[in-house]
């Protein structure tokens, strides 16, 4: 009677295992690594912040496998991100490209860092500029000509 | 002297404006690269006669407007009456791209809603819609005479999407 109860368990969860959809087979681990080096750098367009090598929407599938098609044609990674990119436009790549519309993208930080630099050099310059222009009249300057003798001469009492 | 000090206040509210406006645009709207390009060839079966085939080539010289729909897809039941009312204005042929789905649950859909299509092709693979660009059922798009796309909505259609933006872009086209 336990036989039957575990032969029976184990042809169920045979069935169970049986029953979610078999991945796409890794037939070619070559075609594999290079369709990950490239859907890694790409986003998925359902699920905006996962790279189409981490998507598991329908629609990540469908591109990794047209991906993997264009792979065995013998297309090159820049004529695959090609294909993409003239389908969903530069959103799908993660690092957008240069050229005239994204200059501030790729430019603005460092502009900005100028500005900050600039602005810091003529706050140090005016600050610089503000502590040296304390002149001291005539009269100052024999006061602390005195002062400073005095000064010496009592150093020179105590030794 | 006084004018220093407002400065930072000026720049956070130039701060807050782009803020607000990041805020109120929706990131699943992405710009189509297709805008003023030839639409992707392709030649697939129709979806009621599953003999017969439908090639965007044949639509050369009129304006027309290409709906993808599945029955799977909750957005285009919303849809369906915008569009029935779009086939019911007479102002172009809509086609259908049925896009992967079954053609079963696309035909029992179509008798139960109402079908405002001149005909649907059947992309039961969604290689086409690959080549479109869809990523987001619903899609629409209104191509012209010459086969070149001109406008992309993603997501479903309204009657004042209708109304303010696809009827005198039709209108528009067909002048030229």
Redesign the interface.
């Known amino acids: 009677m336990k036989q039957i109860f575990l032969i029976t368990l184990c042809l169920l969860s045979f069935g169970l295992s049986q029953a979610k959809d078999a991945a796409p087979l890794v037939d070619d681990p070559v075609t594999e690594q290079r369709l990950i080096n490239i859907s890694e750098e790409m986003r998925c367009?359902?699920c905006?912040n996962e790279s189409l090598a981490g998507s598991r929407s329908?629609?990540a599938n469908?591109?990794r496998e047209?991906i993997r098609i264009l792979i065995k044609e013998g297309k090159t990674d820049e004529q695959i991100r090609s294909f993409m990119?003239?389908?969903?436009?530069?959103?799908v790549l993660y690092r957008p490209p240069v050229k005239p519309i994204t200059w501030l993208l790729w430019i603005g930080p460092f502009i900005i860092l100028l500005i900050g630099i600039a602005g810091l050099f003529i706050f140090l310059r005016r600050r610089n500029a503000a502590a040296n222009y304390i002149a001291l009249s005539e009269e100052d300057n024999q006061r602390l000509d005195t002062l400073l003798n005095s000064n010496r001469q009592e150093k020179k009492g105590m030794q | 002297m006084k004018a220093k000090f407002l400065i930072p206040l000026i720049l956070f509210v130039i701060l807050v404006i782009f803020l607000a406006i990041g805020l109120n645009r929706d990131p699943h709207e992405v710009p189509s690269p297709l805008i003023n390009k030839p639409a992707p060839a392709f030649d697939i079966p129709q979806l009621a006669q599953p003999n017969q085939t439908f090639n965007p080539a044949s639509m050369k010289g009129k304006v027309w407007i290409l709906n993808v729909w599945a029955s799977w897809c909750v957005a285009c039941r919303e849809e369906h009456p915008v569009l029935v009312e779009l086939a019911k204005s007479q102002i172009a042929p809509v086609i259908g791209l049925d896009y992967k789905d079954r053609r079963e649950d696309a035909m029992a859909m179509l008798a139960k809603q109402g079908n405002p299509y001149t005909l649907s092709a059947f992309d039961g693979n969604g290689r086409v819609g690959i080549d479109y660009g869809v990523y987001g059922v619903p899609e629409t798009y209104v191509i012209d005479q010459a086969g070149i796309i001109r406008f992309k909505h993603i997501g479903p259609l309204t009657i004042d999407l209708l109304n303010q933006k696809i009827y005198p872009l039709i209108r528009e086209l067909q002048k030229s």
């Open positions: 367009l359902v905006q329908d629609l469908d591109l047209q990119v003239e389908r969903y436009g530069d959103f």
